[in-house]
């Protein structure tokens, strides 16, 4: 498979995936990853595949989260370069493959960034992306209680290998997101 097609992509996050929340972090996922190529001149659309396929072993494979990746992939005839990219986002999780191209750089820092976005979008009244701004998410940072889940230290070394200060990663995150509020439920009560 030369050039891997976003339906290519989609079907490979289906067939592994089930849980709709996986799958809208998918998709949140590949709205950003679009929105940062477009503003870097990079390739939009393997930018956008990558960022959907990112996390396609983890709900069936979650100990061999990353390594089962390029296993799948590679049976698939995934090229390298995507591969590479898709396990790159799990460096000092799961794997030892450090981000170093543009691109994986951008999704190791924007991936845990994304969770932390949702969740603050969803305890506002509005339920909405489109009204979350970048002193909310830093307010919800603060709060160690809010979405334990999500790794900060990630986020701030994705910036820093970024050279992006930590606000400008979390706004152009959002404004990536805001993208596909539609197809990944967070469009939430606010009219246009």
Request: some cysteine.
């Amino acid at each position: 498979m030369e050039n891997p097609t976003r339906e290519d992509a989609f079907n490979l996050l289906k067939e592994f995936t089930k849980s709709d929340s996986l799958i809208k972090h998918g998709l949140s996922v590949e709205g950003v990853m679009r929105y940062f190529a477009k503003k870097n001149n990079e390739d939009v659309e393997k930018w956008g595949i990558i960022g959907l396929i990112h996390d396609h072993d983890y709900e069936m494979y979650p100990e061999e989260h990353c390594h089962k990746a390029r296993e799948i992939m590679e049976e698939r005839g995934w090229p390298e370069e995507y591969i590479r990219a898709v396990q790159s986002h799990g460096y000092g999780i799961c794997v030892d493959v450090i981000p170093e191209t543009l691109l994986e750089k951008t999704l190791y820092a924007i991936d845990e960034l994304t969770g932390l976005i949702t969740a603050t979008a969803l305890v506002r009244p509005s339920k909405s992306i489109m009204d979350v701004k970048v002193k909310s998410v830093k307010k919800k940072w603060k709060t160690k209680q809010f979405s334990t889940g999500v790794d900060r230290s990630i986020i701030e070394k994705g910036a820093e290998d970024l050279g992006v200060e930590l606000a400008d990663l979390i706004n152009d995150t959002i404004l990536g997101m805001r993208e596909v509020a539609d197809s990944i439920g967070l469009k939430g009560l606010i009219e246009e």
